[in-house]
């Protein structure tokens, strides 16, 4: 039995636990709610560094596209994924998000000068630039610095530019670096996205089933406790097992999926383990993280 094939089986308008960022799906725990707040204010306050940083499927990308769907029309927002490469490719990149053509073999000097010339013309039509970079944990120290070399173009009380960067828990510990101390100073709010705790986790499943059309209880409280378990608290290996542990009762013909659907997953080998446990047991607010609150 297909994954779409459950749905008639359970009664859901569509699938609850789908791999893709949706934000129509958005549970907002208070971990979420606390990230995209700080996101909403790097946006609204003109920050010129803003970073969110998470483990792999905790969210990040959700909430940017959460974000992306609130933006005010006085805002021009240019969004990069996966950016890699050295001195002059990230501005090839930036320019490439935010729609703006450059001539074929232009140097760095008429990148930054046509970069600058586009946001000083966004400022005067009375709006201001913002980039977001997702996964930045692929930037490396030299890209970072001159990104916030970027941020110079701001000038007086206003800015013209703000960067907001979202990436896995490396993008924390390289603004950290010595070298990076500059850009670390012009960083005004971070967070760092936490996996679910058990309480949350349970949210989480029944607030996706009952978005789907079900009532919420498809998945019995064993089984969730099963699935916590196994998934660290990650919001996209909680959907990986709820998916196949649906798929597994609707084709044995049960109402309910039972810890036994999900000791069968695990038995036939379809769930990865995630990394250790240790890795979920830092404190999201430590010296770092506070300016987030």
């Known amino acids: 039995m297909s994954a779409a094939l459950y749905n008639d089986h359970f009664g859901f308008r569509e699938r609850p636990f789908s791999l893709s960022p949706d934000p129509d799906f958005l549970f907002w725990s208070q971990a979420h709610t606390r990230a995209f707040a700080v996101l909403e204010y790097g946006l609204v306050t003109c920050a010129p560094l803003t970073v969110v940083t998470g483990e792999v499927g905790t969210g990040k990308t959700t909430l940017i596209q959460a974000l992306l769907a609130g933006v005010e029309d006085e805002v021009t927002v240019g969004l990069i994924s996966n950016a890699q490469g050295g001195r002059g490719d990230l501005l090839r990149w930036v320019l490439n998000a935010l729609d703006v053509e450059v001539p074929a073999g ?6 930054f000068q046509r970069f600058q010339l586009f946001v000083l013309d966004e400022y005067a039509a009375g709006r201001h630039v913002a980039l977001i970079v997702d996964e930045a944990q ?9 990104l916030r070399m970027l941020t110079n ?6 800015e013209l530019l703000q960067i907001i960067l979202v990436g896995q828990p490396e993008l924390r510990d390289l603004v950290r670096r010595p070298e990076l101390r500059q850009f670390a100073q012009r960083v005004t709010a971070v967070y760092h996205l936490e996996p679910m705790d058990l309480a949350t986790t349970r949210d989480y499943i029944a607030h996706r089933l009952r978005h789907a059309g079900g009532s919420g209880k498809e998945i019995t409280a064993e089984a969730t406790r099963a699935i916590f378990g196994e998934s660290g608290g990650i919001p996209r290996m909680v959907n990986k097992l709820c998916d196949l542990a649906l798929v597994y009762a609707a084709s044995a013909g049960h109402d309910k999926v039972g810890i ?3 000791r ?3 038995r036939d080998g379809l769930i990865l383990k995630p990394m250790s446990e240790a890795l979920f047991l830092t404190d999201p607010l430590d010296s770092f993280g506070k300016a987030a609150e």
Do not use: M, R
Request: hydrophobic fraction near 50%.
């Open 264 to 266: 069968e997953l695990v």
């Open 138 to 146: 692929n930037l490396g120290a030299e890209t970072l610095e001159e």
């Open 106 to 111: 232009a140097d760095y000097v008429a990148l």
């Open 153 to 158: 173009i701001n000038s007086g009380k206003d």
């Open 260 to 262: 036994a659907a999900i």
